[in-house]
């Protein structure tokens, strides 16, 4: 029997809509070699090794009448070419005209007749570089352990690891009456999955939502923040079906004497700095800033016992355990030093009153574990109330060695983190090879000058820099 989506799962697919597409997407940037990195050359190297995520060759089968959640089933007429896909940028290829595309390309819906991804190479960015767009519906990935399609293509050496050539045979795809069939079998196993189930594919988000919080057990257990609504910001509008994507660049050794001088974690300076960008954005729109204000975000966050990233990492190891913090951001005080010890006190309070869901709990209620951890940002905000929360900002250590794909070397990775309902900006930030990279994605109409605000940062991340000199 093909495999059913989980309830989660399935409910990625039932409750998206027009203005918020669920796909996770990532923009990597390559050095060209002097044997290029072209098309012919990253479609093979995905036909090599797209068996190791056999999930991204299957499709999404719908049960005749809702009676039991969607299946996974093959895609006989899978083709490599219709989800790798090729552009090129005007001259002279810049990275605003890159960040046009991004937002371009993620703000379009996966095609649902098909596998639910696709990727770009982009040609004709300047210095001889090029960058791959990935996009991979939530719907797809299930399990903390799971890799997409992005990260499969990426080796630790120039020399591409061999994999084993399989040939590829699709099953059968089941008629209508055997998905009817089957559906009324695991009603007979488990009644109480049909309840679930028309909740499920009503959009009954509330409904979804409570029972991933009774299975998990107070999924998340910060009464104390969520009890009150979240600060009123410009960061909770009736969002467009449009994006815009900007990126901001930055060192990690900076993050790391910040947090040497003052005993905090990296991610803790991450936090003081995009609360010190968001205070001065704020200012800049003329919007009320007070002692008091405060910009509540909903931050996933990698679990490794050690307060830094690491030094190491295979190619698709960016973490293995994920909670996730309701936190907020001092934006109202004027000290870049006193924000840092606002956020460090909070991060630590929550920490040491298991205020956080592990994600261990979340991959036994279901498929809520992510293939990367921005995701797990993208998942929970869709299953929670806007009013708790302003924004999501997710941040992933990843390996800081190089990395290559077909023998281009990745300089630099910005997530695109999804927006929710209401949510005008997601904020996703990457730890690679020395690097931190930011990338913003936010509505097009409310966040005009969310260009302003990645500017910031440096400003942000240079005024703890002058604290600690």
Same mark, same amino acid.
């Given at each position: 029997?093909?495999?059913?989506?989980?309830?989660?799962?399935?409910?990625?697919?039932?409750?998206?809509?027009?203005?918020?597409?669920?796909?996770?997407?990532?923009?990597?940037?390559?050095?060209?070699?002097?044997?290029?990195?072209?098309?012919?050359?990253?479609?093979?190297?995905?036909?090599?090794?797209?068996?190791?995520?056999?999930?991204?060759?299957?499709?999404?089968?719908?049960?005749?009448? #809702?009676?039991?959640?969607?299946?996974?089933?093959?895609?006989?007429?899978?083709?490599?070419?219709?989800?790798?896909?090729?552009?090129?940028?005007?001259?002279?290829?810049?990275?605003?005209?890159? #960040?046009?595309?991004?937002?371009?390309?993620?703000?379009?819906?996966?095609?649902?007749?098909?596998?639910?991804?696709?990727?770009?190479?982009?040609?004709?960015?300047?210095?001889?570089?090029?960058?791959?767009?990935?996009?991979?519906?939530?719907?797809?990935?299930?399990?903390?352990?799971?890799?997409?399609?992005?990260?499969?293509?990426?080796?630790?050496?120039?020399?591409?690891?061999?994999?084993?050539?399989?040939?590829?045979?699709?099953?059968?795809?089941?008629?209508?009456?055997?998905?009817?069939?089957?559906?009324?079998?695991?009603?007979?196993?488990?009644?109480?999955?049909?309840?679930?189930?028309?909740?499920?594919?009503?959009?009954?988000?509330?409904?979804?939502?409570?029972?991933?919080?009774?299975?998990?057990?107070?999924?998340?257990?910060?009464?104390?923040?969520?009890?009150?609504?979240?600060?009123?910001?410009?960061?909770?509008?009736?969002?467009?079906?449009?994006?815009?994507?900007?990126?901001?660049?930055?060192?990690?050794?900076?993050?790391?004497?910040?947090?040497?001088?003052?005993?905090?974690?990296?991610?803790?300076?991450?936090?003081?700095?995009?609360?010190?960008?968001?205070?001065?954005?704020?200012?800049?729109?003329?919007?009320?800033?007070?002692?008091?204000?405060?910009?509540?975000?909903?931050?996933?966050?990698?679990?490794?016992?050690?307060?830094?990233?690491?030094?190491?990492?295979?190619?698709?190891?960016?973490?293995?355990?994920?909670?996730?913090?309701?936190?907020?951001?001092?934006?109202?005080?004027?000290?870049?030093?006193?924000?840092?010890?606002?956020?460090?006190?909070?991060?630590?309070?929550?920490?040491?009153?298991?205020?956080?869901?592990?994600?261990?709990?979340?991959?036994?209620?279901?498929?809520?574990?992510?293939?990367?951890?921005?995701?797990?940002?993208?998942?929970?905000?869709?299953?929670?109330?806007?009013?708790?929360?302003?924004?999501?900002?997710?941040?992933?250590?990843?390996?800081?060695?190089?990395?290559?794909?077909?023998?281009?070397?990745?300089?630099?990775?910005?997530?695109?983190?999804?927006?929710?309902?209401?949510?005008?900006?997601?904020?996703?930030?990457?730890?690679?090879?020395?690097?931190?990279?930011?990338?913003?994605?936010?509505?097009?109409?409310?966040?005009?000058?969310?260009?302003?605000?990645?500017?910031?940062?440096?400003?942000?991340?240079?005024?703890?820099?002058?604290?600690?000199?």
């Amino acid at each position: 029997m093909p495999a059913r989506l989980s309830a989660l799962d399935a409910s990625f697919l039932y409750l998206e809509e027009t203005t918020t597409p669920m796909h996770v997407g990532g923009v990597a940037i390559f050095q060209r070699p002097k044997s290029g990195l072209d098309y012919d050359r990253l479609v093979t190297l995905i036909e090599q090794r797209i068996a190791l995520v056999p999930r991204f060759r299957q499709k999404v089968r719908y049960v005749p009448g #809702n009676l039991a959640r969607p299946v996974w089933v093959d895609d006989a007429d899978f083709d490599i070419t219709f989800h790798v896909r090729r552009s090129a940028l005007p001259r002279p290829g810049s990275d605003s005209a890159l #960040n046009d595309l991004v937002a371009r390309v993620v703000s379009r819906p996966l095609d649902r007749a098909r596998p639910l991804w696709e990727m770009y190479l982009v040609e004709g960015l300047t210095g001889g570089r090029a960058a791959v767009i990935t996009k991979t519906h939530q719907a797809l990935v299930d399990g903390i352990s799971a890799i997409d399609i992005g990260q499969v293509i990426l080796d630790i050496s120039p020399d591409p690891q061999a994999v084993a050539e399989e040939l590829w045979m699709p099953e059968p795809e089941p008629s209508g009456s055997r998905l009817v069939i089957d559906a009324v079998g695991d009603m007979v196993a488990r009644p109480g999955e049909l309840v679930d189930n028309v909740r499920v594919a009503a959009g009954d988000a509330i409904a979804t939502a409570g029972k991933i919080v009774g299975v998990a057990g107070k999924l998340f257990t910060m009464a104390r923040t969520a009890s009150r609504r979240a600060p009123g910001t410009p960061l909770n509008v009736n969002i467009s079906t449009q994006r815009r994507f900007t990126v901001a660049r930055t060192e990690l050794e900076s993050y790391r004497r910040i947090r040497a001088a003052h005993g905090c974690s990296v991610n803790d300076v991450v936090l003081s700095v995009i609360s010190g960008a968001l205070r001065n954005w704020l200012l800049s729109r003329g919007e009320p800033v007070t002692a008091s204000s405060s910009v509540r975000a909903l931050v996933p966050l990698s679990v490794r016992g050690d307060a830094d990233v690491p030094s190491s990492a295979t190619a698709g190891s960016l973490g293995n355990r994920v909670s996730s913090f309701l936190v907020d951001l001092p934006v109202g005080e004027p000290s870049p030093v006193v924000r840092l010890h606002h956020v460090t006190h909070a991060m630590r309070e929550h920490t040491a009153s298991g205020q956080s869901v592990g994600a261990d709990t979340l991959v036994r209620i279901g498929g809520f574990a992510p293939p990367t951890l921005h995701a797990l940002g993208a998942r929970a905000a869709s299953v929670i109330s806007k009013r708790i929360f302003n924004l999501v900002v997710t941040n992933v250590p990843g390996p800081q060695f190089p990395l290559y794909a077909a023998g281009a070397r990745l300089l630099e990775m910005f997530p695109v983190v999804p927006l929710a309902k209401g949510q005008a900006l997601a904020i996703g930030l990457t730890s690679y090879d020395g690097g931190v990279y930011y990338g913003f994605n936010g509505d097009r109409d409310a966040m005009a000058d969310v260009d302003v605000l990645a500017g910031l940062v440096d400003e942000s991340l240079d005024e703890l820099l002058v604290a600690v000199s």
